[in-house]
């Protein structure tokens, strides 16, 4: 592992009533004995079915965490209400992912996956026996330019309601190129989530027709997100990372793009308003 100067926690919650929750998301990490994070909180008010990113940017005393030594118990993930009269929420969380900002005087300055859950069907709650107070996320490996992938999730959080008509009804596309072969290309069709609408964060794993690596998408190839309709889009922060596994928890998560700040303006098939298909930068090794 490596030393981190930020960290992104991503989730998805089951579309199933009552899952949703307006707790604050609290984060934990202890590596031997020791708390080196704690109490630190995200509000993602996260309802059924909906996705939610919480970036903890500036991290206690501003000190980069070293999580060299992390075993699948150090990090735990919990709930706290905002008012001690309402002492009572339970979350029903399906995936949940934790990456960070890498330091470069450690490894090249770069987005690295840490912890991972998938397919979750436990409760998370402020109050036992209607939950767990906190919950483990396991370790994932931030893979290789080798690893082959056979799946990507797209992680996109639209900008917000502060920016005008922002959000989109019209569907977005994601093309990977790697080795000069068409690996996957797929168009995001509605889902219980609250799609592209402004001010929220949308999480959408997509399989590969043909398994790739990243080496292969460097070296050959590239990644595009397209629009397919004119009702604009501007995304506010856009990730892309690949899973060595098509079903099922992953054990290494490869960084393929990381834009934690959109620059690259808005998407609409119509030319005055945006740009049709953006390359997106591939994030080095």
Not at 27 to 51: C, K, W
Not at 131 to 136: D, E, N, V
Request: aromatic share 6%; charged share 20%.
């Amino acid at each position: 592992m490596a030393v981190f100067d930020s960290l992104f926690l991503a989730v998805l919650t089951r579309d199933e009533d009552n899952a949703g929750t307006e707790c604050l998301h609290m984060l934990t990490i202890n590596i031997d004995g020791e708390d080196i994070l704690t109490n630190v909180g995200t509000a993602l008010h996260v309802d059924d079915s909906e996705a939610g990113l919480g970036f903890f940017g500036n991290l206690p005393e501003d000190t980069p965490l070293d999580l060299t030594g992390l075993t699948n118990s150090s990090i735990r993930l919990g709930l706290q209400t905002w008012d001690l009269q309402d002492d009572n929420d339970a979350w029903g969380p399906q995936h949940v992912l934790l990456f960070g900002h890498a330091l470069p005087d450690f490894v090249p300055g770069r987005t690295m996956a840490i912890a991972m859950e998938t397919d979750l069907t436990l409760w998370v709650s402020t109050r036992f026996p209607d939950g767990r107070l906190t919950m483990p996320l396991r370790l994932v490996g931030p893979g290789s330019s080798t690893t082959i992938i056979r799946r990507v999730l797209l992680l996109v959080q639209t900008q917000s309601e502060d920016v005008i008509n922002a959000g989109t009804d019209s569907p977005i596309q994601l093309e990977i190129v790697a080795g000069g072969i068409l690996v996957m290309k797929h168009k995001i069709v509605d889902t219980p989530q609250p799609d592209l609408e402004a001010g929220t964060t949308n999480w959408y794993f997509l399989n590969a027709e043909v398994p790739f690596s990243k080496g292969d998408v460097l070296s050959n190839g590239g990644i595009r997100l397209s629009i397919l309709g004119d009702d604009a889009w501007l995304p506010k922060r856009v990730f892309v990372f690949g899973l060595d596994t098509r079903t099922g928890r992953p054990s290494q998560v490869v960084t393929l793009v990381s834009e934690p700040d959109w620059i690259q303006g808005w998407l609409s098939t119509d030319p005055k308003e945006g740009a049709a298909s953006i390359d997106l930068p591939i994030e080095s090794l």
